[in-house]
């Protein structure tokens, strides 16, 4: 069973930058596909960007160019970088497993794909 363990978010002012961070333990991420979601009230989840267990990724088209998902298998951890941030950027952001070692044939930011998420962590920009 894994837990995951997200932090990094807070308020910050639009164009500005945060960085966020997951933490695995219970077992490892290695061999599966991580992603960041987000989501508003009254608002379904969305993919942001996933990465596979060789390194490809995958982005949403509203933060491509300005986010970049990176992880550290060796540290079970997973990072969101968030430059330029906006207004529409502000939502609680979850990571998550996969559950399978590929979501293929869906995409990776498909949020049934998943089942081990984090409780979130708020980014705030104004």
């Known amino acids: 069973h894994v837990q995951l363990v997200e932090s990094g978010g807070g308020s910050v002012q639009a164009g500005g930058s945060l960085r966020l961070s997951c933490v695995a333990s219970g077992d490892t991420i290695g061999r599966y596909c991580m992603g960041w979601f987000r989501q508003i009230p009254d608002k379904e989840r969305e993919g942001v960007a996933g990465i596979e267990s060789d390194g490809s990724t995958s982005y949403a088209d509203s933060v491509k160019g300005r986010f970049t998902i990176s992880r550290d298998n060796a540290k079970n951890t997973v990072y969101l970088q968030m430059n330029s941030l906006k207004s529409e950027d502000t939502a609680l952001y979850y990571c998550?497993?996969?559950?399978?070692?590929?979501?293929?044939?869906?995409?990776?930011?498909?949020?049934?794909?998943?089942?081990?998420w984090g409780q979130g962590t708020q980014v705030t920009v104004s």
């Open positions: 998550a497993r996969s559950r399978a070692e590929t979501t293929w044939p869906y995409p990776i930011t498909d949020t049934y794909e998943y089942n081990y």
